[in-house]
């Protein structure tokens, strides 16, 4: 059970790959249409979801950081304040 919770916005995903270049364990192109698919994931809606921990959190949080459309976020689970 981790300690935060990766949000991604997939539909508005432009493509760059930049996550993925960051977090290659997190995140990885879709060769259908070209977004970027959050592995192991639950669906939630349009977005994807997964549980991460603080081990994880700083390549998750550069990813967030750098995506040019800001569709990644990471939620803190403990006090549900959103952190990016
Ligand atoms: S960085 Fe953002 S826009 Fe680029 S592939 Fe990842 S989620 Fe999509």
Redesign the pocket.
């Known amino acids: 059970m981790g300690n935060f919770q990766i949000q991604?916005d997939r539909p508005n995903?432009?493509?760059?790959?930049?996550?993925?270049s960051i977090a290659p364990e997190f995140?990885e192109?879709d060769k259908n249409d070209g977004?970027?698919n959050l592995k192991a994931c639950k669906k939630v809606g349009h977005e994807e979801h997964r549980d991460i921990d603080e081990h994880t959190f700083e390549e998750n949080r550069e990813?967030a950081d750098?995506?040019?459309?800001n569709?990644?976020h990471i939620v803190n689970k403990e006090t549900g304040e959103r952190l990016i």
């Open positions: 991604h995903c432009i493509a760059c790959g930049v996550c993925e995140w192109m977004k970027s990813a750098r995506c040019p459309v569709i990644i």
